[in-house]
């Protein structure tokens, strides 16, 4: 991992370039003409107005410059969360260049850059914008082998001084990401900057802009945190496994897998051939050179490993920096570079420049303050009957394949009033058996003390279970989106409530409720889902016990003794809820 990329012969004067690289810095800064302090262009602001201006005021009033050609007249601006836009340097070698450099950032590779951000209004972020180059590239398109993908992410903040190995602030975990095709973020040429690569030469310096679908929405909050924002070029799809290992037995890649990749370059992948899709090890659509890299990287590496799958090239894309102006230098990531979701930093360095200390990255972050993506209420199974430990729910088909997480809140709990009020969140839905009945299976979600989100129209209707489901009580559930992950005690972030009760202890059975139940038609119900009899109710109705309930479990003779006990008004003999820390 490199650190330590000086400036300082540029910023003196020229008389360390070459005549002829200081003419080729001049032609490629006015070939594209527009860093240059005479040429306005649309200038986005924090509060979402407009103005056409240079590019350098633009910046200086915290603003996100757009490309020259580009005016207000063509341009939506939406408020912004954070603008640090790249400028030039009048003292500069080039002026008209912007003062900055490359800085590599590729996922699954020596390093991925991160710089941090406060957030002074919460809400969603909506679309993010960003500057970059590849490496001593100068001409006027994307550099030959250029990424199909960017990786975006958005991580939680460690302060300094938090008793981890690195005393400085850095990352923390993943809270976001998301895979973006380079062809998707409206790539073009906006100036020219100093190369890190080669210092004497200049580069030419790309602006990006992706709009977040609203379905994938972060909101990030409160007023006044700090989260942390990661861009990085994949070579490869994020998603792919990328292993060389394609042959059996299974094992390290090895010269019979380099072989049979070998054997199948050019063969035509998603046809219908086995062979030829798992040839393509990159998982680019093509089976090719890059394939029996991989493999034969990996091989000499004799582990799976990930820097094999980057394979940027000369030309390697980086994000353009900029001179310190926050409160934590940026930082490179050594591990993980994948930052997939859950993933917490591992190791890094700071970004420090040898001369002159430490450096940012340039990027913007749009939204909208104080808005919210409330989803729609979760549904009720049909029939609307409680059962005395399971909470039945449904996913809302307006949810579509957005990740939600549902909070139940304890309304009304019998025998165990102390909690009334508190909340739980449901957990990772699964598949357990049934045992009988008309299904083979269904699926269980744990009650828990922390949000989950995930795509519940995936799972389907859910039986979820835990010690605070207890009969004769009344619960109230909500949906909140992903969107809303870091501003969760807002309120106007959730649906409306959705109300579901629960039965009386050992009713299984219809009629439900009254002085006279549960009866006997309970207990034969139970038995007969002992018997896993084909005609048996759902074992979420007629399991009873522990206390905290196994849905994998068969029904057994507890379960029938327990509503026995109910049949002869015994009480709920279970410890009830568990305390949340």
């Known amino acids: 991992m490199r650190v330590g990329h000086s400036l300082i012969g540029f910023r003196a004067s020229k008389c360390g370039l ?155 975990t993943v809270l976001r990401e998301w895979v973006v095709n380079r062809a998707d973020t409206a790539e073009t040429v906006v100036g020219c900057g100093l190369s890190e690569a080669l210092k004497e030469q200049g580069m030419t310096v790309f602006r990006y802009e992706w709009d977040v679908p609203e379905s994938e929405w972060l ?56 062979a030829c899709d798992a040839a393509d090890v990159d998982c680019d659509g093509d089976v090719d050179t890059s394939d029996r890299h991989v493999a034969t990287c990996q091989q000499q590496s004799a582990w799976l490993d990930p820097f094999c799958c980057a394979f940027p090239g000369d030309l390697v894309w980086g994000w353009l920096t900029h001179e310190f102006d926050s409160a934590a230098a940026s930082v490179l990531i050594g591990y993980p570079t994948t930052a997939h979701e859950g993933e917490s930093f591992t190791n890094g360095q700071r970004l420090l ?33 409680g059962k005395c430990r399971y909470l039945g729910i449904l996913p809302n088909p307006q949810w579509a394949n957005a990740e939600v997480a549902l909070r139940v809140r304890l309304v009304q709990l019998d025998r165990f009033g102390g909690f009334n009020g508190q909340v739980r969140w449901v957990g990772h839905a699964s598949q357990v058996p049934e045992h009988g009945g008309p299904v083979a299976n269904f699926m269980a979600a744990p009650l828990q003390c922390t949000p989950h989100f995930e795509n519940r129209n995936a799972s389907g209707a859910v039986q979820v279970f835990g010690s605070p489901v207890v009969p004769s009580s009344l619960y109230e559930v909500q949906a909140v989106d992903r969107s809303c992950e870091n501003d969760l ?61 196994n849905p994998a479990a068969a029904i057994n003779f507890a379960d029938i003794s327990s509503v026995v006990d109910g049949f002869r008004n015994f009480v709920y003999p279970f410890a009830g809820p568990s305390v949340c820390p």
């Open 219 to 274: 909101t990030v909050g409160p007023a006044g945190a700090t989260f942390w924002l990661s861009i990085g070029a994949a070579y490869v799809d994020p998603d792919c496994a990328c292993s060389g290992d394609v042959t059996t037995p299974a094992g390290t890649p090895n010269a019979q897998d380099v072989a049979f990749i070998n054997d199948h370059i050019g063969c035509p992948v998603g046809t219908g051939d086995p």
């Open 353 to 385: 420049d040898a001369g002159s200390g430490p450096w940012d990255f340039s990027f913007v972050l749009v939204g909208e303050p104080n808005a919210t993506t409330a989803p729609e209420e979760p549904l009720a199974e049909p029939g609307g009957v």
């Open 18 to 172: 070459p005549v002829a690289a200081w003419s080729l810095l001049i032609a490629l800064g006015a070939a594209t003409n527009v860093a240059e302090a005479a040429v306005a262009a649309a200038c986005c602001h924090s509060d979402g107005t407009c103005t056409d201006i240079e590019h350098d005021a633009c910046a200086a009033a915290g603003g996100d410059p757009y490309p020259v050609g580009t005016l207000c007249a063509n341009v939506s601006c939406q408020p912004l969360y954070w603008a640090r836009a790249p400028v030039t340097n009048p003292d500069g070698p080039v002026p008209q260049c912007f003062w900055a450099w490359e800085e590599p950032s590729v996922t699954r590779w020596f390093a991925l850059a991160a710089d941090e951000f406060t957030v002074s209004t919460p809400g969603p972020i909506t679309a993010i914008h960003w500057w970059g180059a590849y490496r001593g590239w100068q001409g006027a398109q994307p550099a030959p082998g250029a990424p199909p993908f960017f990786h975006l992410a958005i991580w939680s903040h460690v302060p300094a001084d938090q008793g981890d190995p690195y005393p400085w602030p850095h990352p923390g």
């Open 489 to 549: 005690s807002n309120p106007a972030c959730y649906s409306t409530s959705l109300a579901l009760s629960t039965a009386k202890w050992g009713d299984t059975t219809s009629p439900f409720g009254g002085a006279s139940q549960p009866n006997f038609s309970d207990v034969t119900a139970a038995v007969d889902k002992f018997r896993n009899l084909s005609t048996a109710l759902p074992k979420a109705r007629i399991q009873m016990q522990p206390n905290v309930p």
